[in-house]
């Protein structure tokens, strides 16, 4: 078969990383209050990204890395970029991070359309964000195809994808049809590769293509549900450090206080 | 919501046989009778999981459903069909492997809407509100579904099976379904140790173990408190556990009665992982970010207290 044209989603979140002090939330806007903390490329992401740089190492795949994003925001795409993707395309959206993922579904499958022949469409299985863990799902819904869920491996024998995927508990491989949505784990064999530093400095001057998201005419369906409420919840303990001389009397004394909270 | 439709509750068979199932259902009786919804349970997998008869014995109607083939096309396809045949307004299903895909796909094919992981069920004014975890835990989301289907997934323990109740029945249905994913090679879990995300008692250990040989113990004392074994990134990285078993934000999302972190700093990657529980901290730096997290705490060396508490727990126990 001709190289498979595989396209890899990339988000730009929040640094999981935020220390939960430092966390907060903007009441009125119901979204993690401005400059929190910085954005980069999610964990999941980069393991659907080095998987597609694996498809293109062993069938010779072109990538395209796509992403819904703020305009200011390019750090996942740079990212791509920097470890050779063919090509960076960005639907730009003001606050693109905290739409409702029917809103970015619809916006991907959109903007797939103004893409070339799609063979492979990889994700990370959440964004590690808003954890709604929806997108991918939808896409696949929307388009009509097959999709697969925490995928680990995957590689063509002739024009036959198979992959390898998590299922209740264990895995399985199966033979998924092209073209197809699948949604990356994280593994280890999923580290997202380094990039050489020329490369590094060649990623900052190559095009990002750019579609406004107001100019795709996107079909989604309006939201789903209502953000009725958003907090930080409150710290309600304090730490009991548990007494003893030597860790016999600590031991001791813990199991007794385990007994009296009946967790024993 | 609120109307003469169905609350589907939802089994796969993963896990502890029925009991996510059984959680669901206990989820749909909660909210049923508050949205004027019937709660209906139906058992789908390869073969159907057996949930049915306990459902029925719960005094609800509960449907055997044979033919699918236990992957997620094959899933989406049976609640798809069950949701149009019983105008389901509400579908409650486990926040598992699976359920987390399905929930998405059922409700995009079926015109309604998905919330995963939720982690509470409230009515207020007649209206379902499904609380979630956001942000690897550091917040919570209050979310109100506007279409029908919802078709929301529930964290492991959110609710207990349902108790014994007359006017329950089974029904046994054929509903074949073809998966356009062809299975090649299934591998089945290598059930070690029991699953994270059903166990009441995890015992996970770091960085600060120091070596993989300081897991044996750990693995004895989650034995001793009834429990199972975790572990962090950190701990999995250096190749000390299988991946398998860890906890955190790329790892599994646990809901314990008692956690028990040792040698972990506290990261926030590790702490998304913990959805509900008493957290005891076991570490030699009293500075440990991981203590602002918990509610019982030990300060000192893990080579140490490791065997001691697993003593003081034998001795408890009586063995």
């Given at each position: 078969m001709s190289a498979p044209h595989v396209v890899v989603l990339l988000k730009d979140i929040?640094?999981?990383?935020?220390?939960g002090s430092r966390f907060r939330i903007d009441p009125a806007r119901?979204?993690?209050?401005?400059?929190?903390g910085s954005a980069i490329l999610g964990p999941f992401e980069r393991s659907a990204l080095e998987l597609a740089l694996k498809l293109k190492d062993s069938a010779g795949a072109r990538i395209t890395a796509l992403s819904v994003g703020d305009?200011?925001?390019?750090d996942g795409l740079r990212k791509a970029l920097a470890v050779r993707v063919d090509a960076a395309v960005q639907v730009g959206l003001q606050g693109a991070a905290n739409q409702p993922p029917e809103a970015i579904a619809g916006l991907l499958v959109t903007a797939l359309g103004r893409l070339?022949?799609?063979d492979l469409v990889l994700a990370g299985?959440?964004?590690?964000?808003?954890?709604?863990?929806q997108v991918p799902y939808l896409m696949a819904e929307a388009l009509g195809w097959p999709c697969v869920g925490l995928v680990r491996r995957a590689w063509y024998e002739g024009d036959r994808l198979q992959v390898l995927h998590d299922h209740a508990g264990g895995q399985r491989l199966v033979l998924v049809p092209s073209p197809a949505v699948l949604t990356v784990t994280n593994d280890d064999a999923l580290l997202l590769r380094m990039a050489r530093v020329s490369d590094l400095m060649a990623a900052q001057r190559r095009p990002i293509e750019r579609f406004e998201a107001g100019e795709l005419g996107s079909s989604a369906s309006p939201?789903?549900?209502?953000?009725?409420d958003l907090w930080v919840p409150a710290r309600t303990s304090v730490c009991e450090f548990i007494p003893g001389e030597g860790p016999d009397e600590q031991a001791a004394n813990l199991v007794g206080r385990l007994q009296e909270m009946r967790l024993l | 919501m609120s109307g003469t439709g169905v609350v589907l509750a939802v089994g796969?068979?993963?896990?502890?046989?029925?009991r996510p199932g059984a959680e669901a259902l206990g989820g749909a009786l909660a909210v049923a009778a508050e949205l004027g919804l019937t709660a209906v349970y139906a058992s789908l997998g390869?073969?159907?999981?057996?949930?049915a008869e306990a459902a029925s014995a719960s005094g609800v109607r509960a449907l055997a459903v044979r033919?699918?083939?236990?992957d997620v096309e094959s899933l989406t396809d049976q609640i798809v069909a069950l949701v149009e045949e019983f105008s389901v307004a509400l579908v409650l299903i486990a926040a598992d492997d699976r359920g987390r895909q399905l929930a998405p796909r059922v409700a995009a094919r079926a015109g309604g809407v998905a919330i995963n992981n939720a982690t509470r069920l409230e009515v207020i004014e007649g209206a379902l509100h499904v609380t979630r975890p956001v942000f690897g835990g550091k917040a919570m989301c209050r979310l109100v579904p506007?279409?029908?289907?919802?078709v929301v997934s529930l964290r492991s323990r959110t609710f207990e099976p349902p108790p014994p109740a007359p006017g329950g029945s089974v029904e046994e249905r054929s509903m074949a379904v073809q998966s356009r994913v062809r299975l090649i090679e299934n591998i089945p879990p290598v059930?070690?140790?029991?699953?994270l995300e059903d166990a009441r008692v995890v015992v996970s250990g770091g960085r600060?173990?120091?070596?993989?040989?300081a897991f044996a113990g750990l693995s004895e004392l989650a034995a001793a408190l009834g429990g199972v074994l975790g572990a962090s990134l950190a701990a999995v990285d250096q190749g000390?556990?299988?991946?398998?078993r860890q906890v955190g934000l790329t790892g599994k999302v646990v809901s314990p009665e008692l956690y028990v972190a040792v040698?972990?700093?506290?990261?926030s990657q590790h702490l998304?992982?913990?959805?509900s529980g008493v957290v005891l901290a076991i570490n030699?730096?009293?500075?440990?970010?991981i203590f602002e997290s918990a509610q019982l705490g030990l300060i000192g060396d893990a080579k140490v207290l490791v065997p001691a508490l697993l003593k003081a727990v034998r001795a408890a126990r009586g063995g």
């Amino acid at each position: 078969m001709s190289a498979p044209h595989v396209v890899v989603l990339l988000k730009d979140i929040l640094d999981p990383e935020l220390p939960g002090s430092r966390f907060r939330i903007d009441p009125a806007r119901m979204e993690p209050a401005q400059g929190v903390g910085s954005a980069i490329l999610g964990p999941f992401e980069r393991s659907a990204l080095e998987l597609a740089l694996k498809l293109k190492d062993s069938a010779g795949a072109r990538i395209t890395a796509l992403s819904v994003g703020d305009p200011s925001l390019l750090d996942g795409l740079r990212k791509a970029l920097a470890v050779r993707v063919d090509a960076a395309v960005q639907v730009g959206l003001q606050g693109a991070a905290n739409q409702p993922p029917e809103a970015i579904a619809g916006l991907l499958v959109t903007a797939l359309g103004r893409l070339e022949d799609v063979d492979l469409v990889l994700a990370g299985r959440q964004a590690g964000d808003w954890d709604h863990g929806q997108v991918p799902y939808l896409m696949a819904e929307a388009l009509g195809w097959p999709c697969v869920g925490l995928v680990r491996r995957a590689w063509y024998e002739g024009d036959r994808l198979q992959v390898l995927h998590d299922h209740a508990g264990g895995q399985r491989l199966v033979l998924v049809p092209s073209p197809a949505v699948l949604t990356v784990t994280n593994d280890d064999a999923l580290l997202l590769r380094m990039a050489r530093v020329s490369d590094l400095m060649a990623a900052q001057r190559r095009p990002i293509e750019r579609f406004e998201a107001g100019e795709l005419g996107s079909s989604a369906s309006p939201p789903g549900f209502t953000i009725a409420d958003l907090w930080v919840p409150a710290r309600t303990s304090v730490c009991e450090f548990i007494p003893g001389e030597g860790p016999d009397e600590q031991a001791a004394n813990l199991v007794g206080r385990l007994q009296e909270m009946r967790l024993l | 919501m609120s109307g003469t439709g169905v609350v589907l509750a939802v089994g796969w068979g993963d896990g502890e046989g029925d009991r996510p199932g059984a959680e669901a259902l206990g989820g749909a009786l909660a909210v049923a009778a508050e949205l004027g919804l019937t709660a209906v349970y139906a058992s789908l997998g390869d073969p159907p999981e057996p949930g049915a008869e306990a459902a029925s014995a719960s005094g609800v109607r509960a449907l055997a459903v044979r033919g699918g083939t236990g992957d997620v096309e094959s899933l989406t396809d049976q609640i798809v069909a069950l949701v149009e045949e019983f105008s389901v307004a509400l579908v409650l299903i486990a926040a598992d492997d699976r359920g987390r895909q399905l929930a998405p796909r059922v409700a995009a094919r079926a015109g309604g809407v998905a919330i995963n992981n939720a982690t509470r069920l409230e009515v207020i004014e007649g209206a379902l509100h499904v609380t979630r975890p956001v942000f690897g835990g550091k917040a919570m989301c209050r979310l109100v579904p506007l279409r029908v289907p919802a078709v929301v997934s529930l964290r492991s323990r959110t609710f207990e099976p349902p108790p014994p109740a007359p006017g329950g029945s089974v029904e046994e249905r054929s509903m074949a379904v073809q998966s356009r994913v062809r299975l090649i090679e299934n591998i089945p879990p290598v059930l070690e140790e029991g699953r994270l995300e059903d166990a009441r008692v995890v015992v996970s250990g770091g960085r600060g173990m120091g070596a993989a040989d300081a897991f044996a113990g750990l693995s004895e004392l989650a034995a001793a408190l009834g429990g199972v074994l975790g572990a962090s990134l950190a701990a999995v990285d250096q190749g000390w556990v299988s991946p398998s078993r860890q906890v955190g934000l790329t790892g599994k999302v646990v809901s314990p009665e008692l956690y028990v972190a040792v040698g972990i700093s506290g990261a926030s990657q590790h702490l998304a992982g913990l959805a509900s529980g008493v957290v005891l901290a076991i570490n030699n730096d009293a500075k440990a970010p991981i203590f602002e997290s918990a509610q019982l705490g030990l300060i000192g060396d893990a080579k140490v207290l490791v065997p001691a508490l697993l003593k003081a727990v034998r001795a408890a126990r009586g063995g």
